[in-house]
């Protein structure tokens, strides 16, 4: 029997969307990316809108929205940090980056660390042994964590989609 179907929903489509953008993520860290402007509005817009869909839920515990928002400054300042160690080139195929490997894949790790401990956790609470009620989308930690992840990848992708606009202007 599942104790909370809401619990179970989220933590399954946070766990879709993680392992979805680290696949691609992993699979691109040390080679050269051919930049698709789609793909990168896709990036700023879903993770733009991740951190949106919890506010339902932290307006109930205003405590909780400090650590999002803490993690969104964050994750903006190291996406900005990012961009500076992104090499953007353009040749006859196109334009071209290479994002640095070791942040990004920094960050995504650990998400998916937080992730895993938060399922191990909800498998405690569904045998009865968790020690707190807490949703997971509601830990401080886990929020904290998002913010970070959500931050960088929209700051990564709206820095990308600038170099492209302001290169595409000059050409």
């Given at each position: 029997?599942?104790?909370?179907?809401?619990?179970?929903?989220?933590?399954?489509?946070?766990?879709?969307?993680?392992?979805?953008?680290?696949?691609?993520?992993?699979?691109?860290?040390?080679?050269?990316?051919?930049?698709?402007?789609?793909?990168?509005?896709?990036?700023?817009?879903?993770?733009?809108?991740?951190p949106l869909v919890l506010l339902p839920g932290i307006e109930a515990a205003h405590a909780a929205?400090?650590?999002?928002?803490?993690?969104?400054?964050?994750?903006?300042?190291?996406?900005?940090?990012?961009?500076?160690?992104?090499?953007?080139?353009?040749?006859?195929?196109?334009?071209?980056?290479?994002?640095?490997?070791y942040l990004g894949g920094a960050i995504a790790v650990l998400f998916v660390?937080?992730?895993?401990?938060?399922?191990?956790?909800?498998?405690?609470?569904?045998?009865?042994?968790?020690?707190?009620?807490?949703?997971?989308?509601?830990?401080?930690?886990?929020?904290?964590?998002?913010?970070?992840?959500?931050?960088?990848?929209?700051?990564?992708?709206?820095?990308?989609?600038?170099?492209?606009?302001?290169?595409?202007?000059?050409?």
């Amino acid at each position: 029997m599942i104790a909370n179907p809401q619990h179970l929903a989220f933590t399954v489509g946070m766990a879709a969307l993680v392992v979805w953008r680290l696949s691609v993520r992993m699979r691109r860290l040390m080679t050269r990316q051919r930049l698709c402007v789609q793909r990168q509005w896709i990036t700023a817009i879903v993770f733009a809108l991740l951190p949106l869909v919890l506010l339902p839920g932290i307006e109930a515990a205003h405590a909780a929205l400090w650590p999002l928002l803490a993690g969104l400054v964050s994750g903006i300042a190291l996406g900005l940090i990012g961009l500076r160690l992104t090499a953007f080139e353009s040749d006859h195929e196109g334009h071209h980056y290479r994002p640095n490997a070791y942040l990004g894949g920094a960050i995504a790790v650990l998400f998916v660390l937080r992730l895993g401990y938060r399922l191990y956790e909800a498998r405690d609470f569904q045998l009865g042994t968790a020690t707190s009620g807490q949703a997971a989308h509601l830990d401080p930690l886990t929020l904290g964590i998002l913010g970070l992840l959500s931050g960088f990848f929209v700051t990564q992708a709206a820095g990308i989609l600038h170099w492209y606009y302001r290169r595409a202007e000059r050409d």
